[in-house]
């Protein structure tokens, strides 16, 4: 499993330098960093490196009932201090082999006396062990001058001398006092005196490390006194380089560029001075949140990451976004840097575009990828991209259902992307398969926003300032369209996709038809009516795919293309009223309609002959509702969700008569009392009687 690795930073030169001057100019150092900033790391690597023999004191950690001196002791003195343990128990395992050796009780008494007795000195009048241990060390410490003291002082030049220092100088001990800032006074009081003994001994030099600042003795200048040189971490070592690092790894394993990620989400790690430990502690959140839960490329990650910052370093902010408080918590006063972080980052108020992975939003339905330990089981770019790469069967499926959320959101993404030259082969493959698919006039939430994408105009002032209408997208509508004939001629079902296919060919249509474009002058101008242009393109098309029916052209005109029926009697003659019987009764309505529109009979109750009205009272409960809503006799009301339709007293005195509207009233009279049956079935209630006044009509549309 892919994870962000710690990789050893690279500071050889660093080691070198430090190693060189802990061989050739022993001394008293200080290197000095801040807590977690990867001082100890530092040296044990350069001790490592160079071949450094050290004996390290951590007295922050150390047991505070334990003794420094006791501590310094057994370590400096290893052997003595073993061999002191084995004389220690060699004289234990004597005085347990007494039955070996029979004693007299009264002897036994007497010894058992003489170590009460010792034991009571030891305690009352020897040295107590600190002291002890003080005494060990300065005598050691002034040890008459060995054979590589000798080697040192007085015969470096030598044959022997300079073997001698050859080998042993890799020997060389260094006596290191880690965390020495964050020791006690006491602790710290303590390395002073052993340092002391210590600063006269060639053979070793002594090294604190801690942060230089913070050292309780620093005040009075006593530090500045005892040592010889502060040595400060290498560069390598600050907070703008190892974060530096760590995003630049983090965008080799994830689909965030360096340049996507947000600058003042990194300035945020660098502005609170973020060390070598938060990395890794850090890193251990974003490992596991990232890829153990695959959440990669599920989320954005600039937001992820900093909803990871907040749970590590400031826990009370992330349970307060937890729980829905992120705007009252950017409004506060305090950490005002963090706050316009936070703000800025997870904040999408103004965000409309499709984004994917869908970012961080309390309306939404993803919250669970963004807060710590979730499991989501959303989909994520890489399986999105495979998909539409590979899985030509899975992409269909996704694309004809009727929603999915993730998907769809990336799809929208890929077609609304700002750089489309990195999502151009995924782009041409949904638009291939969306082809396949409305070829065979299937329908999906998906598919739809496909299609949309591949016909839409720009604007219709493009359309309108351009010599003709040939846009980005004019291949995609024309094709589009003839399949959307080719659907209508086969007798497939009216989808919503092509609806919208043939409403932006009306929008194009109406405008190509009316304007010439050389001459920005209406086409054909002793034509009053642009509409009877329109119906002349639409007469090409009937004829070039043989369309020759006119009930066919009508149901065309008024049902796909929803063209008024006032606009489709210009462009189409009616049905007789013989051949409106005579055809299926689920276009019946629709064909009287238009056949009362072209013969200006609208609203005129009174010249409907007894034809037409057979045909009405024909019409099922449903389309008699839909026939009537076209002229206006209707007021609707809605009560305990059932809808009542009760026939005005009065229509608009313009459009009809005292008399129409009496006709009208007597005619719905006698269709409910045939059909009153069938209109409780379908649930239909009609009032025939009603005060209003209202002159509402509707068009014939």
Known sequence: MQKIEYQTIEYSEANKRLSDKLFNEPGTYFLNGKWGSGKSTFFEKTAKDHNIKFVEFNIWAQDSRGSLYGIVWRKLHKKLFYLTILLFLFVGLLISLVKF??????????????????????????????????????????????????????????????AYLKKEKKKQTIVVFDDFDRADEKKQNQAYV??????????????????????????????????????????????????????????????????????????????????????????????????????????????????????????????????????????????????????????????????????????????????????????????????????????????????????????????????????????NILEEQAKILFRENKEGIILQDIINSMIKLDSPKILMDSQGYKDINYKNRELLFQETISHFVNNRTLTDISRQILLIKKEIVGQTEKYNFDTNYINEQNVDDY?????????????????????????????????????????????????????????????????????????????????????IDELSPSQFIEFWTSQSIFHTSLSNNKISYTVKNKMHPGLTTEEDTQIAKFRIEKYISKHNESLKKNNIYIKVSNDTDQYPYIEAD
């Open 101 to 162: 050796f029979p004693i007299e009780d009264g002897k036994l008494s007497i010894l058992i006396a003489a170590l009460f007795a010792i034991s009571m000195f030891s305690k009352y009048f020897l040295p107590n062990p600190d002291n002890l241990y003080l005494w060990l060390l300065n005598k050691f410490s002034n040890f008459p001058p060995s054979l590589k003291n000798i080697a040192f002082d007085y015969y470096p030049n030598t044959w022997f001398g300079a």
């Open 194 to 427: 052993i340092f002391n003994l210590l600063q006269n001994n060639k053979n070793i030099s002594v090294l604190f490390i801690g942060d230089y600042l913070k050292i309780s003795k620093a005040n009075d200048s006593f530090i500045r006194k005892i040592i010889d040189e502060v040595i400060d971490l290498p560069i390598e070592l600050d907070s703008k380089e190892i974060w530096t690092d760590f995003f630049r790894q983090l965008s080799l394993l994830t689909p965030l560029s360096e340049e996507d990620i947000d600058k003042d989400l990194i300035d945020l790690f660098i502005i609170e001075e973020r060390n070598l430990r938060d990395r890794k502690q850090f890193t251990n959140y974003v490992n596991y949140e990232l890829f153990t839960l695959r959440l990669y490329d599920k989320v954005n990650l600039n937001q992820k990451l900093l909803l990871i910052y907040l749970y590590v370093f400031h826990y009370e902010r992330y349970l307060k976004i937890k729980s829905g408080k992120l705007k009252l918590l950017t409004s506060n006063g305090e950490s005002q840097a963090i706050n316009n972080i936070i703000s800025k980052l997870l904040i999408n108020e103004n965000s409309v575009a499709p984004m994917f992975p869908k970012p961080f939003d309390y309306n939404g339905n993803n919250l669970k990828n963004y807060f710590m330990h979730q499991n989501p089981n959303n989909f994520g770019l890489t399986e999105a991209r495979r998909i539409i790469l590979e899985e030509k069967q899975k992409l269909s499926e996704l694309i004809i259902m009727p929603e999915h959320t993730d998907f769809r959101q990336f799809v929208m993404a890929i077609l609304n992307s700002g750089n489309p030259d990195s999502t151009k082969e995924l782009k």
């Open 531 to 615: 509409i009877t242009l329109i119906g002349h393109f639409w007469s090409k098309i009937f004829k070039k795919n043989k369309i020759t029916k006119p009930s066919r052209k009508i149901i065309f005109l008024k049902k796909w293309c929803d063209y008024s029926y006032e606009n489709v009697a210009k462009m189409c003659e009616p049905l007789a009223k013989s051949e409106i019987k005579n055809e299926s009764t689920d276009d019946r309505t629709t064909f009287l309609l238009h056949y009362l529109s072209y013969k200006n009979l609208w609203y005129c109750f009174k010249q409907w002959d007894n034809s037409i009205w057979g045909i």
